[in-house]
């Protein structure tokens, strides 16, 4: 119910490239009422809700160095700040996000487990299936006969597919049922949410089409009807060595004594987004642990280290 935050902070160094720097702002559920605990050197959630590092460390971050440029009048180039909405429900803020306002070289997400010096350069392709099987309802224990089950449909397709790790590049998973009104009506609907993920798009493609035609043919000798939706939720990026994007990375981070480290996600971001709008981005390491539970934890000098490492960058973003 609000909109992207997007901002520019115009540099004095014209010799610098432009650089953006992008966080969200929403974090997974249940994350109001959130109670820090610090502990030593560790900050922590109460016990009821998630910490919401992801990606409250990534706003902090990137605040700090707004102020601290600001403050401290460090001459910089160019500076993009995006922090956008909705990205933990398919990265829908970076998806409404008008490409026009991406006026910068390359950029960085800062939302990624690790420490400071890992850069993510590769992502996989996601899509979402859903799937509506409708059978017909009956009296379970007078006439099931009569009935065509939406449950059961539902679970021979299922059985059928392969899912988990498919291999190096692909997975694939079931992750929502919804279905049946009572144990004593047979069900006659059943939602079913899935999703699989490739760094390979045949892959992928490939994967996609085996679950739909188990779906597709189990409603078909089951005589339901099925209403199937796939949806492309983001597409997969590879970020070389030689792109400037990740030479920049690696060599601060060596100028600070981070040795980088260059990693491929299972998962996917706003970096998605802006890749394939043609704005070079890669995720970085922000110091987040158990992300979307409630053991979430995250390190106050780790993220101290990140601060210092995108800090760095900001201010001098060549190799």
Same mark, same amino acid.
Not at 260 to 266: E, F, R, V, Y
């Given at each position: 119910?609000?909109?992207?935050?997007?901002?520019?902070?115009?540099?004095?160094?014209?010799?610098?490239?432009?650089?953006?720097?992008?966080? &969200?702002?929403?974090?997974?559920?249940?994350?109001?009422?959130?109670?820090?605990?610090?502990?030593?050197?560790?900050?922590?959630?109460?016990?009821?809700?998630?910490?919401?590092?992801?990606?409250?460390?990534?706003?902090?971050?990137?605040?700090?160095?707004?102020?601290?440029?600001?403050?401290?009048?460090?001459?910089?180039?160019?500076?993009?700040?995006?922090?956008?909405?909705?990205?933990?429900?398919?990265?829908?803020?970076?998806?409404?996000?008008?490409?026009?306002?991406? @006026?910068?070289?390359?950029?960085?997400?800062?939302?990624?487990?690790?420490?400071?010096?890992?850069?993510?350069?590769?992502?996989?392709?996601?899509?979402?299936?859903?799937?509506?099987?409708?059978?017909?309802?009956?009296? %379970?224990?007078?006439?099931?006969?009569k009935g065509i089950s939406a449950i059961l449909t539902a679970s021979k397709a299922i059985s059928k597919m392969k899912l988990g790790?498919?291999?190096?590049?692909?997975? %694939?998973?079931?992750?929502?049922?919804?279905?049946?009104?009572?144990?004593?009506?047979?069900?006659?609907?059943?939602?079913?949410?899935?999703?699989?993920?490739?760094?390979?798009?045949?892959?992928?493609?490939?994967? =996609?089409?085996?679950?739909?035609?188990?779906?597709?043919?189990?409603?078909?000798?089951?005589?339901?009807?099925?209403?199937?939706?796939?949806?492309?939720?983001?597409?997969?990026? @590879?970020?070389?060595?030689?792109?400037?994007?990740?030479?920049?990375?690696?060599?601060?981070?060596?100028?600070?004594?981070?040795?980088?480290?260059?990693?491929?996600?299972?998962?996917?971001?706003?970096?998605?987004?802006?890749?394939?709008?043609?704005?070079?981005?890669?995720?970085?390491?922000?110091?987040?642990?158990?992300? &979307?539970?409630?053991?979430?934890?995250?390190?106050?000098?780790?993220?101290?280290?990140?601060?210092?490492?995108?800090?760095?960058?900001?201010?001098?973003? =060549?190799?």
């Amino acid at each position: 119910n609000s909109g992207n935050l997007i901002a520019t902070i115009k540099g004095e160094r014209r010799d610098l490239p432009a650089i953006m720097l992008n966080a &969200h702002m929403d974090t997974v559920k249940p994350g109001i009422g959130v109670k820090p605990v610090i502990d030593g050197d560790m900050i922590k959630a109460s016990g009821d809700t998630i910490l919401g590092g992801d990606d409250k460390a990534g706003v902090a971050i990137i605040l700090e160095i707004a102020r601290i440029l600001k403050e401290e009048k460090i001459p910089h180039g160019d500076l993009l700040i995006v922090m956008t909405v909705a990205e933990e429900i398919g990265i829908k803020g970076a998806g409404a996000l008008d490409p026009k306002y991406l @006026k910068a070289d390359f950029g960085y997400t800062l939302d990624c487990t690790g420490t400071a010096g890992g850069i993510f350069v590769a992502s996989p392709t996601h899509d979402k299936i859903e799937a509506r099987i409708t059978g017909r309802a009956a009296h %379970a224990g007078i006439e099931p006969e009569k009935g065509i089950s939406a449950i059961l449909t539902a679970s021979k397709a299922i059985s059928k597919m392969k899912l988990g790790r498919i291999d190096d590049e692909t997975t %694939a998973n079931v992750g929502v049922i919804r279905g049946g009104r009572a144990t004593n009506i047979i069900p006659d609907s059943v939602l079913i949410e899935a999703e699989a993920r490739s760094h390979n798009t045949a892959k992928l493609d490939e994967q =996609v089409a085996m679950m739909r035609g188990a779906l597709e043919t189990a409603a078909s000798e089951a005589g339901a009807q099925i209403d199937l939706k796939i949806i492309r939720e983001y597409q997969n990026y @590879k970020l070389t060595e030689d792109m400037p994007v990740i030479k920049v990375a690696q060599a601060v981070a060596r100028s600070i004594g981070i040795e980088p480290i260059l990693k491929t996600s299972g998962g996917g971001s706003d970096a998605n987004i802006f890749n394939a709008h043609g704005l070079p981005t890669a995720p970085l390491g922000t110091a987040m642990h158990n992300c &979307h539970t409630m053991d979430e934890d995250i390190s106050i000098s780790e993220l101290e280290c990140v601060f210092e490492y995108v800090m760095a960058i900001a201010k001098n973003p =060549v190799v």
